[in-house]
C-alpha cells in the first residue's frame, strides 16, 4: 500500500484486495441480490453507481464492508444512494433495515463486541436525529467509523443528543483520523443526505 500523508487513512474501496475477493461495492451489490430478487431490481447499473467510500476511510479497513454496507442502508433511508435506486418508500425502508442488519452481521463476524454495540449507538441516534429533524450526523459517524472497536464515544454521543452539540464527536474523530480525511468525509456525506 503506498505512503499516505499524515492524518489520510487509506480508501478501502481502493485498496488491493485479494485474489478472488469481489471489492466492498460489488460484494455489498451482490450479497443483497443473492438474499432478495427485490434487492436485484434496486440494485443501479454499474454505470450508474458511484464506488465511492463514505466513512470507512477514516477508520480500520477490516471493517470496511460492513460499515460501507450500514451507510449505504442509511444512504438509502435517508439521502442519495450510491448503489440502488429503490422503485418507492416502501422498497428503501426495507432494504435499508436489510442493510443495517447485514452489515451489523460483516461487523460482528470480527467477534469485536464494542464495534457492535458502537455501531447500534450510530444507527439508534441517526434515527433519532433524523426524527427530529436535528443535524450532527456527520460528526457522529465520522467518530464511529474512526474509532468502531474503541470505547470513549458515549460521553460524546450524550452532547449530540442531550446537548445538540456534535463538536465533542468531531475532536474524536479528527484526532483519531485527522482533519483533512474527516472534512473529505463530511464534504463527501453532505452531498448525499438529505
Given at each position: 500500500?503506498?505512503?499516505?500523508?499524515?492524518?489520510v487513512?487509506?480508501?478501502?474501496?481502493?485498496?488491493?484486495?485479494?485474489?478472488?475477493?469481489?471489492?466492498?461495492?460489488?460484494?455489498?451489490?451482490?450479497?443483497?441480490?443473492?438474499?432478495?430478487?427485490?434487492?436485484?431490481?434496486?440494485?443501479?447499473p454499474?454505470?450508474?453507481?458511484?464506488?465511492?467510500?463514505?466513512?470507512?476511510?477514516?477508520?480500520?479497513?477490516?471493517?470496511?464492508?460492513?460499515?460501507?454496507?450500514?451507510?449505504?442502508?442509511?444512504?438509502?433511508?435517508?439521502?442519495?444512494?450510491?448503489?440502488?435506486?429503490?422503485?418507492?418508500?416502501?422498497?428503501?425502508?426495507?432494504?435499508?433495515?436489510?442493510?443495517y442488519?447485514h452489515?451489523?452481521?460483516?461487523?460482528?463476524?470480527?467477534?469485536?463486541?464494542?464495534?457492535?454495540?458502537?455501531?447500534?449507538?450510530?444507527?439508534?441516534?441517526?434515527?433519532?436525529?433524523?426524527?427530529?429533524?436535528?443535524?450532527?450526523?456527520?460528526?457522529?459517524?465520522?467518530?464511529?467509523?474512526?474509532?468502531?472497536?474503541?470505547?470513549?464515544?458515549?460521553?460524546?454521543?450524550?452532547?449530540?443528543?442531550?446537548?445538540?452539540?456534535?463538536?465533542?464527536?468531531?475532536?474524536?474523530?479528527?484526532?483519531?483520523?485527522?482533519?483533512?480525511?474527516?472534512?473529505?468525509?463530511?464534504?463527501?456525506?453532505?452531498?448525499?443526505?438529505?
Amino acid at each position: 500500500m503506498p505512503d499516505l500523508a499524515p492524518g489520510v487513512a487509506p480508501d478501502p474501496a481502493s485498496a488491493p484486495v485479494p485474489a478472488g475477493t469481489p471489492s466492498v461495492w460489488a460484494a455489498i451489490v451482490a450479497e443483497a441480490a443473492e438474499e432478495s430478487r427485490l434487492w436485484a431490481d434496486a440494485t443501479l447499473p454499474p454505470v450508474e453507481r458511484e464506488e465511492v467510500a463514505g466513512f470507512s476511510q477514516l477508520g480500520d479497513p477490516l471493517y470496511a464492508l460492513g460499515l460501507e454496507t450500514i451507510y449505504e442502508g442509511y444512504l438509502v433511508h435517508y439521502g442519495r444512494p450510491r448503489l440502488f435506486a429503490p422503485a418507492d418508500r416502501d422498497t428503501a425502508i426495507l432494504l435499508g433495515d436489510y442493510l443495517y442488519a447485514h452489515g451489523l452481521v460483516r461487523v460482528a463476524e470480527r467477534e469485536d463486541v464494542v464495534a457492535v454495540a458502537n455501531l447500534a449507538e450510530l444507527i439508534s441516534l441517526c434515527s433519532l436525529l433524523q426524527g427530529e429533524r436535528k443535524g450532527g450526523d456527520g460528526p457522529l459517524w465520522a467518530a464511529h467509523a474512526a474509532l468502531l472497536a474503541e470505547g470513549g464515544l458515549a460521553e460524546a454521543r450524550a452532547a449530540l443528543r442531550d446537548l445538540d452539540d456534535p463538536a465533542p464527536l468531531l475532536a474524536l474523530a479528527r484526532e483519531a483520523a485527522g482533519v483533512e480525511a474527516v472534512a473529505t468525509a463530511l464534504a463527501a456525506h453532505e452531498r448525499r443526505v438529505r
